[in-house]
């Protein structure tokens, strides 16, 4: 090799260190995030685990794989006849049926009154790799079905995301509310929920103001924002993202950073009821940071 090219591969190489070296690297509880996202979404609780959603009418719902059940489970994992849920109001009362094997932390039931996800920890029935909880939303209760050897676990090709951006991790500010309002956002089952809403996060892009309602979840500290940006329905996931941020420290100052940006659970099953974006949150820009669209998806 002549001198002049070896000269030129070092320099090539010398620059290329450079710019390794320059790069700056996300920061470590990017990897942590991933990996608890990873898991939210493929693990044996995710998101791909769902195999159905059924809303209960009031008075008695027989369910099970049977066709004669008034609610027809899909998965094959679980008996012809499951139980019946007895709906009054907003409260359900599960009663097996003969023959199941239906447990509850690993105890066998055969009546009781159960528990819905309005509260931290609802009522799970258990039976091999499927399980059944109630979920509230709005004024209706449904079943939610969840099977660990769910096709769309199996079939999970893991999630996606840009290259870490440090431009995209936005020193912003908190400005509260005069008085606490109620966030109300449609999701996608047609129902409107609710949402405590104290305030808004402040920040700027490329030289101009922006805001994002927040809301609170129910047993949550950090901010929960849905927004939706000029990516939606091209690099990511069409109906917007989530995010959550940290409340203010004394000073008023916020961390947002998008690259901590993920797509909703919609956008892995059709079993899910995601909220979506309230309309101030729609913001007039594309966040090429946090999480791409699923690469298959309902």
């Not at 609780?45 to 719902?61: S, Y």
């Not at 209706?140 to 440090?166: E, I, Q």
């Not at 431009?167 to 409107?192: C, D, I, K, Q, S």
């Not at 941020?245 to 797509?263: E, M, Q, S």
């Amino acid at each position: 090799m002549n001198a002049l090219r070896f000269s030129g591969l070092l320099t090539a190489l010398g620059l290329a260190l450079l710019g390794c070296a320059s790069r700056p690297k996300p920061p470590s509880n990017w990897a942590v995030w991933k990996a608890k996202r990873l898991e939210s979404v493929g693990g044996t609780n995710g998101w791909t685990t769902l195999v159905g959603l059924h809303w209960l009418t009031a008075g008695t719902n027989t369910t099970g794989t049977a066709a004669t059940n008034q609610i027809v489970f899909a998965t094959p994992n679980l008996p012809a006849a499951f139980g019946t849920f007895v709906r009054t109001g907003l409260q359900a009362r599960f009663v097996a049926a003969p023959g199941a094997d239906i447990r509850v932390a690993g105890r066998p039931v055969r009546e009781l009154e159960l528990v819905t996800d309005a509260e931290e920890k609802p009522t799970r029935l258990e039976f091999g790799t499927a399980s059944v909880i109630v979920i509230q939303r709005a004024d209706r209760l449904g079943l939610r079905v969840r099977d660990t050897r769910a096709p769309a676990r199996r079939a999970f090709h893991g999630l996606r995301s840009f290259p870490y951006d440090p431009a995209w991790r936005l020193t912003g500010r908190f400005e509260p509310f005069a008085e606490p309002r109620t966030l109300r956002v449609p999701n996608v089952v047609g129902l409107t929920e609710e949402f405590a809403s104290p305030g808004a996060l402040v920040f700027e892009v490329a030289g101009q103001n922006h805001r994002l309602d927040v809301a609170v979840e129910r047993g949550e500290t950090d901010y929960f924002v849905m927004f939706h940006d000029r990516t939606a329905g091209d690099t990511t996931y069409g109906a917007g993202r989530f995010l959550y941020v940290k409340p203010p420290g004394p000073d008023g100052t916020v961390t947002i950073d998008f690259n901590l940006a993920y797509t909703p659970p919609c956008g892995f099953t059709r079993f899910a009821t995601c909220p979506l974006p309230p309309r101030q949150n729609r913001l007039p820009f594309a966040i090429r940071a946090g999480e791409l669209k699923p690469i298959a998806h309902p």
